[in-house]
């Protein structure tokens, strides 16, 4: 397991990005379109805040459970990456820069929940970096992993129109 600094690493090519067809269904996309073969996830949570007496913002991070996103979302969060544990060493999020490149570079799953906004409001988007270069020796590194992730769950997500979300959940309660 390697962890990718920005200060190291490019994006190589194109980011990945999807829009979802059936938000409503976020809980069963994320308990049924996480493979299991990458468990055990972590939500990260990411949101960003205005400092008191300036106008910058500070990048306010948090791990959550899954079956926190919604009460989040309510919150007004709109920012979320998916984690797999055993793919991605651990790292702390305190020392991360504000922006979220860093994790957008080591392959997490961007999951964009967009605020409804006179009255309109956008489809949820999945967005992943999938292939990642190093600024000095031009070393190409591919997120396998993730990628197979990424694909899981846009498959889930058509396949939500065609049938009911089921109850049971195939992610593990502890996190």
């Known amino acids: 397991m390697n962890y990718f600094k920005e200060s190291s690493w490019q994006r190589y090519g194109v980011a990945k990005q999807i829009s979802l067809n059936y938000p409503s269904t976020l809980s069963h996309l994320l308990t049924n379109g996480l493979l299991v073969d990458y468990e055990p996830y972590v939500i ?4 960003f805040k205005k400092n008191m007496g300036n106008s910058s913002y500070k990048n306010i991070r ?3 459970k899954v079956w926190d996103l919604e009460n989040y979302i309510q919150q007004g969060v709109s920012q979320f990456f998916i984690m797999s544990k055993a793919i991605t060493p651990p790292f702390n999020l305190a020392q991360l820069a504000n922006s979220n490149e860093e994790l957008m570079l080591n392959g997490l799953i961007c999951l964009q929940i967009y605020q409804r906004y006179r009255g309109i409001s956008t489809s949820p988007t999945l967005m992943m970096v ?3 270069q190093n600024r000095t020796n031009n070393q190409v590194v591919e997120h396998g992993g993730y990628k197979e992730i990424f694909w899981s769950l846009r498959k889930t997500d058509i396949r939500s129109g065609f049938k009911q979300p089921q109850t049971k959940s195939r992610l593990k309660r502890a996190q």
């Open 44 to 47: 990260i949570a990411s949101a």
């Open 62 to 64: 948090r791990t959550i």
């Open 130 to 132: 999938d292939t990642i």
